[in-house]
């Protein structure tokens, strides 16, 4: 009994190796889902479509997808409940549905997380990965035994990784801005003006100004990076280094997923610069 136990135990064990062996798919075919839009494709239609009405639509109609390997990919984001699938009665085709994990990725929602995905699964991100090990041994960041460099530098001389990675951040911004918004009522309205230390290219800030007009608003972060961030109405964009340019003067500083990114000592640099 005892042996049979063992046996079982060893047998499940193996499985598990062997899912998280492949548990990169998973994200694969997310990102393969964002890049071909089938989510929109599916509002767009109303309501469920069969595979074949979402093949149509992949290219703009302009080729013929491969429909085995489409089949494939949803097969594996309906195991992953991100997509629905029903079974019509009258036995028809399959009809693909959108639920609430889907509906994150739309791409002109005003709350997504498509933008997020990309950045995440996009080779620069992944490659750093590989790292870990080397990082055990020797100490160091996976990011800048990849690359040679900082992410904040590559993404200076490369404006596609840049914007990729702008993009990225300013989706997650909208996610939390409404709780910020709804649960710090009080600390908002007492201050004339706020400057958001590292605020990408604005969504934060601006969003804060938009809920409370009488703020004025300051976005900071890397020149590379306001350089491109959109017109705000009663937003600055401000061009800087954190550890090393004072920090425009307000009444309040505001940072959103900063300080994690840095040690402790580097930390206490940003918040006395502040």
Not at 35 to 55: F, K, M
Request: glycine share 8%; with cysteine; proline share 4%.
């Amino acid at each position: 009994m005892e042996r049979i136990e063992l046996d079982e135990a060893m047998l499940q064990g193996q499985a598990e190796i062997w899912r998280y062996m492949y548990s990169f798919a998973d994200s694969m075919a997310l990102k393969s889902a964002v890049e071909l839009r089938i989510a929109d494709i599916i509002h767009s239609n109303g309501g469920p479509v069969t595979l074949s009405q979402i093949a149509s639509c992949i290219n703009g109609g302009l080729a013929s997808p491969d429909i085995t390997t489409l089949a494939r990919i949803m097969r594996l984001l309906i195991r992953r409940k991100i997509f629905t699938v029903h079974h019509p009665s009258d036995g028809g085709d399959l009809l693909y549905g959108l639920i609430h994990s889907s509906r994150w990725l739309l791409h002109d929602s005003e709350q997504t997380l498509a933008p997020m995905v990309l950045m995440n699964t996009h080779p620069w991100q992944m490659t750093p990965w590989h790292y870990f090990s080397q990082c055990v041994k020797e100490g160091g960041i996976a990011f800048k035994k990849a690359y040679g460099c900082e992410l904040w530098d590559l993404a200076s001389r490369d404006p596609d990784l840049n914007k990729l990675f702008n993009n990225g951040l300013a989706c997650s911004s909208k996610v939390i801005t409404s709780v910020i918004l709804s649960s710090y009522k009080q600390g908002l309205s007492s201050i004339r003006s706020l400057v958001d230390v590292g605020g990408g290219i604005g969504g934060l800030i601006s969003e804060i100004v938009k809920a409370y007009p009488h703020i004025k608003g300051v976005n900071f972060d890397l020149p590379h990076v306001v350089s491109t961030a959109p017109t705000y109405n009663a937003v600055s964009h401000i061009g800087g280094d954190m550890f090393h340019d004072a920090i425009p003067n307000a009444d309040a500083v505001i940072m959103k997923w900063i300080l994690h990114d840095w040690t402790d000592k580097e930390c206490i640099k940003i918040l006395r610069n502040c």
